[in-house]
């Protein structure tokens, strides 16, 4: 098994910035791909971007595309969420998960982490 533990979230006003961590530790060898994920009160939970853990291949959902940026640290086996360029409508849970499989689905994913808030106020 595999434990994910968040970190970084926040309050920020419009147009900042903040960078979530998401640390891995037990079976860190078994993970295909790290994603991020975030849920907003009321609204299911959302896909936001993933990374392949071997080769760093970053992958985003056009919600966030050219705002965020995923990146991961294999010998810390930490993986990263820089978020610019914040809006109101990014405030919400932010949840990290790994995916065991080569292929990418996001209903793969699981170990989820405890979740970090993330409030961008206007």
């Known amino acids: 098994q595999v434990q994910l533990v968040e970190s970084g979230g926040g309050l920020v006003q419009a147009g900042g910035s903040l960078r979530l961590s998401c640390a891995a530790s037990g079976r860190t060898f078994s993970i295909a791909r790290m994603g991020w994920f975030r849920q907003a009160p009321g609204k299911e939970r959302e896909y936001i971007a993933h990374?392949?853990?071997?080769?760093?291949?970053?992958y985003y959902a056009d919600s966030v595309k050219g705002r965020f940026t995923i990146s991961r640290d294999n010998a810390k086996n930490t993986m990263y969420l820089q978020m610019n360029s914040l809006k109101p409508e990014d405030t919400a849970v932010y949840f990290c998960a790994l995916s065991t499989r080569r292929t990418f689905r996001p209903e793969d994913f699981g170990s989820w982490g405890q979740g970090t808030q993330v409030t961008v106020s206007t």
């Open positions: 990374i392949t853990w071997g080769s760093g291949s970053p």
